[in-house]
Structure formats: C-alpha cells, structure tokens
Nanobody, 124 residues
Framework: QVQLVESGGGLVQAGGSLRLSCAAS????????TGWFRQAPGKEREFVAS????????YYADSVKGRFTISRDDAKGTVYLQMNNLKPEDTAVYYC?????????????????WGQGTQVTVSS
C-alpha cells in the first residue's frame, strides 16, 4: 500500500514556474513507477509525466515536453514535477499516482494509488 500527498500548487502568471511535490509513504514506494496526471474542468484526466522505479526512464506528454521535468528522491520518498514556462492551458488539478510495477505507464487505469490533487492555475 502506498499513500500519496501532493503539495506545491498555486496561482502563477503565464511564463512562470512551479514545483509540485508528492510525498509518499509505504515500504514499497521505491519499487513503484510514479506519474503525474492532470484534470481540467469538464475534461478527462490526462497523462503528464511518469518515471520508472529507480528514475532511469521518464516519459512526457507532448504538450509539456521541454517545459516540465519529473524526478524522484527515494531517500525522501518524494516525487517532483518541475513546471517551467507555464501556460494558461496548464491550469488543472494535478494528481500524483503510483503503480505496483517499476515500469511507468501512460494510462490512468494502470495506477492503483492516487493523491488528493493540488490546484495549479496559470493566469494570462
């Protein structure tokens, strides 16, 4: 079992930056691939980024490539999402997720553990 708690969301102007954190607890976290997803009002939850157990492999949605960076610090039990050059279309609730596999996935249904979400609002 893994518990996840996100933090770091907020209001930022377009072009600004935010760093989201996801604090994980549970003895199996280091063996779990983790991901960030987001959901805007009236839209489905969508993949943003994922990272393998051990952090060797990362994947990004095309819409955030070159602007967002996912990383993890297993010693601290934390996953990060550094978001730069934010755009109004990045406005959403951002969720951290983990799965019972070391290999990351882009699919929402592949993740068994979810945080409560943190709001990111980008003003134009």
């Amino acid at each position: 079992q893994v518990q996840l708690v996100e933090s770091g969301g907020g209001l930022v102007q377009a072009g600004g930056s935010l760093r989201l954190s996801c604090a994980a607890s549970g003895r199996t976290f280091s063996s779990c691939a983790t991901g960030w997803f987001r959901q805007a009002p009236g839209k489905e939850r969508e993949f943003v980024a994922s990272i393998s157990a051990g952090g060797r492999r990362t994947y990004y949605a095309d819409s955030v490539k070159g602007r967002f960076t996912i990383s993890r610090d297993d010693a601290k039990g934390t996953v990060y999402l550094q978001m730069n050059n934010l755009k109004p279309e990045d406005t959403a609730v951002y969720y951290c997720a983990a799965r019972d596999s070391g290999w990351p996935s882009l699919g929402v249904a592949q993740y068994a553990y979810w945080g409560q979400g943190t709001q990111v609002t980008v003003s134009s």
